[in-house]
């Protein structure tokens, strides 16, 4: 296969493990490039691109921002709080009047789950969601999935656990559709305050054990808890959300193996995971920043493919 499936990339749920594997094999070509004195290809040096944040970011943003570069794409850069949708203009409106300027691809951060879909079904240009509320954040999944085919050598049959605030979060939805897609084995573990109904319904187990969870995987994807999500309260105090679901270096270095330790970021160091196990040899959460690079260049390259005015 040397296309993908999709002319968006919206959610892990609308792609195929095809698509997957399409990703990471040109991802490793990128990964080459990147490593490179000379980091640049031209490849998208027809393609404009429009970069709308309507939430903060460190990491997507910036990860993206530098992919487009790397391939030589026209970059724009769009942040909700500085720009005119503060005076009510409405999506549909920023976006137009975006494209209007003959952009081809939009790469879009939104508070609202589905934002990337809608936009999608109302414009001419390819979308790729960069985090949509608590719904999709796919190419964190895909950079994700990435770095543990790098560790570990396969992500299929590997035994994952993601910990942690599992309701408000877009990064474990779309880490269990593309970790399930590769065939690898997933549970979540937290407060059951913060495990959504819906759970055994995907096919994943729930453990509230954290020391029992950590005993049976082989990768613990530490999570955030999303205070910024929340209007009421999920557990008793931070302290005690601390003692039962942080991972510290006394629990680590207790277990009879070693583990992956991931991260997608921004780490709330000391909450969900103290700092000595944050920098530790077994925590590969810089490994996936730099991998994020090289799989946005390859979802960006893929996805301008299929656009008809782009000759490759
Ligand atoms: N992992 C992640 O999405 O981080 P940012 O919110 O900083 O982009």
Request: proline letters at 3%; a neutral charge.
């Amino acid at each position: 296969m040397s296309e993908l499936s999709v002319n968006h990339l919206l959610g892990i749920k609308y792609i195929t493990e095809a698509d997957i594997q399409l990703i990471f094999e040109t991802a490793d070509h990128f990964k080459e490039v990147i490593n490179r004195p000379i980091k640049k290809v031209p490849s998208l040096r027809d393609i404009t691109i429009a970069n709308l944040f309507f939430e903060n970011s460190t990491r997507t943003k910036l990860s993206f921002e530098l992919a487009e570069k790397r391939l030589s794409a026209d970059v724009i850069n769009f942040a909700s709080s500085s720009s005119s949708v503060t005076k009510g203009e409405t999506l549909i409106d920023t976006v137009n009047n975006i494209l209007s300027m003959k952009v081809d691809m939009v790469v879009m951060r939104h508070p609202n789950p589905g934002a990337g879909v809608f936009l999608s079904k109302h414009v001419d240009a390819s979308i790729i969601n960069a985090g949509d509320g608590a719904h999709e954040h796919p190419t964190q999944a895909l950079l994700d999935a990435y770095s543990i085919r790098e560790k570990l050598g396969d992500v299929a049959g590997k035994k994952i656990v993601i910990v942690g605030d599992i309701l408000h979060s877009r990064v474990a939805l779309s880490n269990i559709f593309a970790l399930q897609k590769l065939g690898a084995k997933v549970k979540v573990c937290g407060p059951k305050t913060l495990i959504p109904k819906y759970i055994e319904k995907i096919n994943v187990e729930v453990e509230t054990n954290l020391r029992k969870a950590l005993e049976w995987c082989d990768v613990a994807n530490m999570l955030r808890v999303q205070n910024e999500r929340m209007d009421i309260s999920y557990f008793p105090t931070t302290r005690e959300y601390t003692q039962q679901f942080g991972l510290n270096k006394k629990l680590l270095d207790s277990l009879n193996k070693e583990i992956v330790v991931m991260h997608p970021g921004p780490i709330n160091r000391g909450v969900e995971i103290t700092s000595d196990v944050a920098d530790s040899k077994q925590s590969i959460i810089l490994e996936q920043v730099q991998n994020g690079v090289a799989i946005r260049m390859a979802v960006i390259y893929l996805l301008a493919s299929k656009i008809k005015h782009h000759e490759d």
